[in-house]
């Protein structure tokens, strides 16, 4: 499973390209529109991933049927998203908003709500994070790094990506 970011002007054709890959199932990230998400699912994605709750997104999701994991950052964005019907949401940016202090915080009145908190996470972090019963995942850049990829170093990611599977 990898989540595409949407932040470069070839994203959509790589998203494209990508979903015609056997064994491997590729969401898109950093949505930020209803009009994005519906590019995105027509360019093959199979989840969109969004630094955002808003009701266009939430309704263009649930009308296109595809899982969608809206960003929250708030007590009062959770309850929006749960009120719109996701019970799991993307903590974003994690570190930033006060990490894992307020992700326990956020977890105790929503008990019912599982988290995948981003931005800022990295591998020491990580799994402090996935220690606690409400997060079902992480997500971080630290996995993809960009000075390997910018170097063509693809061993380098596969190992990063091969470390960063490990945790638990």
């Excluded at 009120?83 to 307020?102: H, M, Q, S, W, Y």
């Excluded at 994070?129 to 996995?143: D, F, P, Q, R």
Aim: net charge negative; aromatic share 6%; glycine share 10%.
């Amino acid at each position: 499973m990898v989540e595409l970011t949407l932040r470069a002007p070839e994203a959509m054709a790589c998203l494209e390209a990508m979903a015609t890959q056997p064994g491997i199932l590729v969401g898109a990230g950093t949505v930020r529109t209803a009009a994005q998400l519906r590019v995105a699912v027509a360019a093959g994605a199979a989840f969109v991933v969004s630094p955002c709750f808003t009701e266009e997104l939430a309704e263009a999701a649930l009308d296109l049927q595809v899982p969608y994991l809206p960003g929250v950052a708030t007590a009062g964005e959770i309850q929006r998203a749960v009120d719109a019907g996701f019970d799991t949401l993307k903590l974003f940016p994690a570190e930033a908003i006060g990490g894992l202090p307020v992700l326990r915080a956020l977890a105790d009145p929503f008990h019912d709500v599982r988290f995948v908190p981003t931005g800022g996470i990295g591998p020491v972090t990580a799994a402090s994070y996935l220690s606690h019963a409400s997060v079902l995942a992480v997500g971080g850049g630290w996995m993809v790094p960009s000075e390997a990829r910018a170097r063509g170093d693809w061993a380098a990611v596969r190992s990063a990506v091969a470390e960063a599977a490990k945790l638990r």
